[in-house]
């Protein structure tokens, strides 16, 4: 853990020992994250890689009322085949969090899985599950019965002699009006300078909307779950003083079926081929079908294991990958104040 995470870390428990008095309860959250992922991938932008870990995130939190609680705790991150060069990680979890019926708001270091699961892949990569599994910064969300909206900030790297300014900015939301429903998702990521002013750089931007109209047809088949939609993907390109903001549009639909522990999703994208820094790679191409074939063995009560195999098409290569994860979450409330 460098002498910055230990410091943040410490900043935490501090806090968090100063609310112990003002806590109306004190609760242990831990997730356990285990993940075997092996992609055989043979096309260009792509990487031919396997990730295998495992992911541990404990968390104390203090509940200062019914809406409002402060957490700490830290993610311990560990590759298998621990060398010099692919070690463990330790981050710390400290984020305040305000929610009620309606309303999700946190502001700090926060378990990226539980609000950002549900972006589609071209906005935002499954790898960074793996690699980046915090979200540090901001998030908000806004829901109802029928509408549901977030708005998020992922702060990736503060500006520095060394190290140039990073950050993401996304939405992602749905709406619904009976059986049918409308999903936008956008992303900016912006890749600012650094504080060095003897080397030559030069400031990036890259972006993409997606907005889609879809049907919900699960009451209506003997499945699960069946979902249809279909859409644009409007993405843009710029590198300031190198050249002017470029765009790039295509067309992408998905399908997804559920039935009991089993499911298949497809995925399908045509147009111009995507810049997407933090998006799937796959999406640098004009033409790309991805078809997951998914069971889930392991499903009760806080327990879920999920198999998936998937293959990608695309015009010159199929690649295949297959994944195994696995979440246990348990919590427990530690003290209660009595009334």
């Known amino acids: ?76 991150k560990q590759d298998f085949g621990k060398h010099a060069q692919n070690g463990s990680d330790v981050s710390p979890v400290a984020y305040y969090n305000y929610k009620d019926k309606n309303f999700d708001f946190a502001l700090g270091h926060m378990p990226r899985h539980d609000r950002l699961r549900n972006v589609p892949l071209m906005v935002l990569s499954d790898t960074l599950l793996y690699e980046r599994p915090n979200l540090e910064g901001m998030y908000f969300s806004y829901r109802n019965e029928n509408i549901q909206q977030t708005l998020y900030i992922d702060w990736l790297s503060k500006q520095s002699n060394d190290y140039r300014e990073r950050f993401i900015v996304g939405l992602s939301g749905k709406y619904k009006f009976g059986r049918f429903y409308i999903a936008d998702d956008a992303l900016l990521y912006h890749n600012a300078l650094s504080s060095n002013d003897s080397i030559e750089e030069h400031i990036q931007d890259n972006g993409i909307v997606l907005l889609r109209a879809g049907v919900d047809l699960s009451a209506m088949t003997f499945l699960d779950s069946l979902t249809i939609d279909a859409g644009f993907a409007l993405g843009f390109d710029r590198v300031r003083t190198e050249y002017e903001l470029r765009t790039s549009s295509g067309f992408l639909s998905n399908i997804h079926l559920g039935y009991k522990r089993f499911f298949i999703k497809n995925t399908f994208y045509l147009g111009d081929p995507q810049n997407l820094p933090m998006g799937d790679s796959f999406y640098h191409r004009d033409r790309y079908d991805r078809l997951e074939l998914g069971w889930m063995p392991l499903k009760k009560g806080a327990l879920e294991g999920k198999f998936t195999a998937a293959f990608h098409f695309d015009s010159q290569q199929v690649s295949n990958q297959q994944s195994f994860t696995l979440r246990y979450r348990f919590g427990s409330t530690l003290w209660r104040q009595k009334q």
């Not at 309860?25 to 792509?46: C, M, Q, V």
């Open 1 to 76: 853990m460098t002498s910055v995470r230990i410091s943040a870390f410490i900043s935490a428990l501090l806090i968090l020992i100063g609310n112990v008095a003002t806590a109306q309860r004190i609760g242990l959250e831990i997730d356990l994250f285990g993940y075997a992922d092996n992609r055989e991938f043979k096309s260009t932008y792509t990487e031919d890689k396997t990730y295998f870990g495992t992911i541990l995130t404990p968390q104390l939190y203090f509940a200062i009322d019914n809406t409002s609680r402060i957490y700490g705790g830290i993610q311990y």
